[in-house]
């Protein structure tokens, strides 16, 4: 089975988080990077998948050099190969522009089954994967917790709301986005660390790939802020129904004039 | 830290990073109240390899060099977890690599780079000869093919936990040598299968460190357990010296960057007086200065290491970087809990607990007496204290 792991570098929990001049994102040089969490699941779950089944598992990225440590980490693991689209603004909020890079890198290779996190730690809209997804004209299930392969078709766990779960089935080749926590994921081992060097890194730029250097600008990031601490209690009087209104018009009100 | 750390080295650093995330404090502080051995953490590390690290490839070691190692134990102290429960699995071996033959060394290495065979215990300490390891009395005759062991040995570590026990025990009478420093033998002691009686007597310390009193009643060891020449084994012991101080100088490097980031964090955040601690030059003052020197300690590490790794001589470097180091990690400890006020005593904060296991840096295996005398009298040629 041939297997593709999207991995996206993020920084790490224990990064201390400033804004940067512009408003645009934190600062860097604040902060050190590691594999987005959900990520780090879907590679194990590939891993798994391929020592059951056989194959081969390949991580793409999107980014700047500095992500290439996240590919061999994952080469560490125990992934195949590594596929390092060059970019410079891995955090674009505009996830077609990404999805559609990383769709154009791997199209050629008509993979059984990819596999990206759920959401990415740091920007956290979990499109990418949808949207890969579609680029990919496969189909897609997301919050993955659990993984069947049955020949040609896939069964696979979904999370719902408040401790539901469903079961969902489709043809290969698909795409799953992967929930936290579905395994456990490994460590690298030394000797992992010392083969990575010699495993495959493709390294493609989007001009090579026919794409936008920069995105679309279909969407755009306009400020980042710290939200305020404040607390605030307030007692609406009135019978139930009459509260009840209140509130309502609360809401209304304040979700409108939101910081800005 | 210096920016020189190659990408396989920032690969390492991140993995047992990563591998200690899921010994958290709290796992820790349950190991140590319990006094038990963190078998989980390190079945983790054997398992991933990492203690493997210096044991040459041919044997099934990764065979990476000291500066790498270090930075393995290094990162386990700085992510809060305590090295000391198996650091000695990483270089005791060293003995045997040098100047075990080769029969030995294909019986054993392969099953410690596994962590089938565990090897961490390495016994040289007595109660009447401490820092004068020339002093030892711990007897081994020889009888035909094997030697009979009789003596005591004191502040043994991880005995319980090792398969063999390395052994440093007089094999000629000390008024007989005209060399003081021969009449040592090395030994390994095989403790799946002791004949004698081997007694085995935990110590109770002031950290969970599973060292032990260890009592030889006419152990017998067979002679082709012997490693290199009979007599030679206090100068074999000597050639581990070097490295072992550049890795417990990691060791305590990775502590004092655990308590410095502490402090500042808990300095930023703790208010009194209507504003956090740390911007009290007299709370803030004392981190800084202790952060340059872990910092500065640091630097005679990589120094070290770095000779150590060419091949040159550096026992001065070496010396002064388990010195230096054992230091800043102290003074880190100091200032950490003094920045924690109250809390530093607590348990839960886990300061306490960390500045108990640093201290020992100063004492042991060697006292940084004992790196000054080196220092004033081999470096400077300075008249000799003993
Ligand atoms: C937790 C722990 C684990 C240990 N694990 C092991 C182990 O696994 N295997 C092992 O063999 N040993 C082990 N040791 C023992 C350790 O190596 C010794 O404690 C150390 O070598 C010092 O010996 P000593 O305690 O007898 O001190 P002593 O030799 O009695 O010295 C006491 C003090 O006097 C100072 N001193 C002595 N002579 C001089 C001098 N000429 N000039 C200036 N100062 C001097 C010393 O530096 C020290 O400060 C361990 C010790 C501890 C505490």
């Not at chain 1, 890198?105 to 956290?124: P, Y």
């Not at chain 2, 390994?188 to 032990?212: A, C, E, F, S, Y």
Request: charged share 25%.
């Amino acid at each position: 089975m041939k297997i593709l792991v999207c991995l996206k570098q993020v920084s790490a929990k224990e990064s201390t988080l400033r804004l940067s001049e512009d408003s645009l994102h934190v600062r860097e040089s604040d902060l050190s990077f590691e594999i987005n969490e959900p990520d780090t699941f879907a590679l194990e779950e590939a891993l798994r998948l391929k020592e059951q089944l056989g194959g081969e598992v390949v991580v793409v990225s999107l980014g700047p050099a500095r992500i290439q440590t996240s590919i061999r980490e994952a080469l560490a693991k125990g992934a195949d190969r590594g596929i390092h689209i060059e970019t410079e603004n891995a955090e674009s909020v505009d996830r077609t522009w990404a999805a559609g890079l990383i769709a154009a890198a791997v199209r050629e290779e008509k993979f059984d089954l990819v596999l990206t996190g759920l959401q990415s730690d740091d920007l956290g809209t979990g499109q990418t994967g949808v949207i890969l997804a579609e680029f990919l004209g496969l189909p897609h299930a997301t919050i993955i917790m659990e993984i069947q392969i049955e020949e040609s078709r896939i069964k696979a766990k979904r999370e719902l709301e408040g401790g539901w779960f469903e079961w969902v089935e489709m043809p290969l080749p698909a795409l799953l986005t992967i929930q936290s926590g579905l395994n456990k994921p490994r460590y690298a081992s030394l000797l992992g660390i010392k083969k990575a060097k010699s495993k495959e890194m493709r390294r493609v730029t989007p001009v090579e790939l026919g794409a936008e250097v920069s995105g679309t600008n279909a969407l755009r990031l306009r400020k980042i802020y710290v939200p305020v601490k404040s607390k605030n209690t307030e007692f609406l009087d009135g019978t139930p129904k009459e509260a009840a209104a209140k509130l309502v018009e609360r809401i209304r009100r304040e979700i409108v004039s939101s910081p800005s | 830290m210096p920016t020189t750390l190659t990408e396989d080295q920032l690969a390492i650093r991140g993995a047992v990073r990563e591998l200690c995330r899921d010994y958290p404090d709290a796992y820790w502080r349950e190991v140590d109240k319990a006094e038990r051995y963190p078998k989980e953490f390190i079945d983790a590390l054997t398992k991933s390899g990492y203690l493997a690290a210096l044991i040459p490839e041919e044997y099934g070691g990764a065979g990476l060099g000291l500066t790498d190692a270090s930075i393995i134990l290094e990162e386990m102290n700085r992510s809060g977890c305590n090295s000391g429960a198996c650091h000695a699995q990483m270089y005791i071996m060293g003995t045997l690599l040098r100047h075990g033959n080769d029969r030995q060394k294909k019986q054993y290495l392969p099953g410690i780079a596994s962590g089938d065979i565990r090897m961490q215990a390495f016994a040289v300490t007595e109660p009447n000869a401490g820092s004068e390891t020339t002093r030892i009395e711990t007897k081994a005759v020889r009888q035909g093919d094997k030697y009979i062991v009789n003596g005591q040995k004191i502040f043994i570590s991880r005995v319980k936990q090792s398969d063999l026990m390395l052994l440093l025990a007089r094999t000629t009478p000390y008024d007989e040598l005209k060399d003081k420093t021969r009449g040592l033998s090395v030994f390994i002691v095989d403790m799946r299968n002791v004949k004698g009686k081997l007694d085995v007597q935990p110590l109770d310390i002031m950290i969970n460190h599973h060292t032990n009193t260890v009592f030889f009643e006419d152990v017998e060891i067979p002679a082709e357990n012997l490693v290199g020449e009979e007599g030679m084994g206090f100068r074999y012991i000597i050639d581990g010296w070097n490295a072992e101080r550049i890795l417990i100088a990691a060791e305590a490097i990775g502590d004092g960057r655990w308590f410095v980031d502490r402090a500042s964090k808990y300095a930023s955040e703790r208010v009194v007086f209507g504003r956090p601690i740390g911007a009290n030059q007299g709370v803030q003052f004392p981190i800084a200065q202790a952060y340059a020197h872990v910092e500065a300690a640091d630097l005679m590490r990589f120094h070290a290491a770095e000779k150590f790794e060419r091949g040159e001589k550096c026992g001065a470097e070496a010396n002064m970087a388990k010195m230096l180091a054992a230091d800043a990690s102290w003074e880190a400890a100091n200032v950490c809990l003094n920045t924690y006020g109250g809390y530093g005593f607590a348990r839960d904060y886990d300061v306490e607990r960390k500045f108990r296991e640093t201290r020992l840096f100063s004492v042991a295996p060697v006292n940084n007496n004992m790196v000054l005398a080196f220092l004033g009298q081999n470096v400077l040629g300075m008249p000799r204290s003993y």
